[in-house]
């Protein structure tokens, strides 16, 4: 490139073709560069907006599940109610097998042992609010007068054995061991206490019978006053015992009664 000088003189003028001298660049290269950091913040904050969002949302979702806890204590034997329990997320590596996570599988449960509140529900901790019945089993009433003594402390669903006592010995109360309110009355209100069973003859007619109601004289369930003390102070005296036995255990303790025995209860 040549300009005219003062004197009509031309000079050459070397041009910088790439534009990177210290004068002006072109438009062009201006706009790429401008262009190329722009697009490095923005990718910049799209990774940390994803980042964010994972941590904040996606995590939340991939790695948690939804599960029902205890909202409160709930103690052993409770049936279980839907303000019993909230529904939150959890993560999956704090999850026991078997957790619930459906109201509708609460229908007809109770707590098997006693939940602390915060406690993640699941299958192990939970029982049938009722006894179901299996083949061949049957609800079978145990009256008053049949029964010589039964633990006060017997609730539904405990497991027993049976014993027989002769009637003429229950009838005079002789037998050793007994006292307080055992010692005049065929039901006992109060536990039976370990010596009486030095003087129970030949042993349980039957054992590992499980408990279906336990009734008062007005056919209601005797149950704890204080849920969370299960066998402390109950709401009546126990007059009436449901047991679920098969047709030939109940045959059995029907032949029992009729050769003029009564049964002594005792649980584990």
Do not use: C
Not at 66 to 85: C, E, F, M, T, Y
Not at 114 to 133: C, E, Q, R, T, Y
Not at 134 to 153: D, E, L, M
């Amino acid at each position: 490139m040549f300009v005219k000088l003062h004197g009509g003189q031309k000079t050459k003028k070397e041009v910088d073709p790439a534009g990177q001298g210290q004068g002006l660049q072109p438009p062009g290269i201006v706009l790429k560069r401008t262009l190329a950091r722009i697009m490095s913040v923005l990718l910049i904050l799209a990774a940390v907006g994803a980042a964010a969002a994972w941590e904040l949302y996606f995590d939340d979702r991939v790695n948690t599940v939804p599960v029902l806890v205890a909202a409160r204590h709930i103690p052993k034997g409770s049936d279980l109610n839907p303000q019993d329990v909230s529904q939150v997320r959890a993560r999956l590596e704090t999850v026991p097998s078997g957790a619930v996570w459906d109201l509708r599988a609460l229908a007809g449960k109770a707590a098997a042992v006693n939940i602390p509140k915060g406690m993640i529900l699941a299958d192990s901790l939970l029982d049938d609010a009722a006894i179901v019945l299996k083949p061949g089993q049957i609800y079978a009433p145990v009256p008053g007068q049949w029964i010589f003594a039964v633990p006060g402390s017997l609730r539904q669903k405990d497991i027993v054995s049976i014993y027989t006592v002769p009637a003429k010995a229950a009838e005079t109360r002789s037998i050793p061991g007994l006292t307080g309110e055992n010692r005049y009355s065929g039901i006992a209100n109060t536990d039976l206490e370990t010596g009486v069973m030095q003087y129970v003859y030949g042993g349980p007619v039957l054992q590992g019978v499980a408990v279906a109601h336990v009734k008062d004289s007005a056919n209601r369930e005797v149950k704890p006053v204080d849920q969370s003390r299960q066998r402390d102070d109950a709401t009546g005296t126990i007059a009436q015992v449901e047991l679920v036995l098969t047709n030939d255990q109940y045959r059995v303790l029907q032949r029992k009664a009729l050769e003029g025995n009564k049964f002594i209860f005792t649980y584990n």
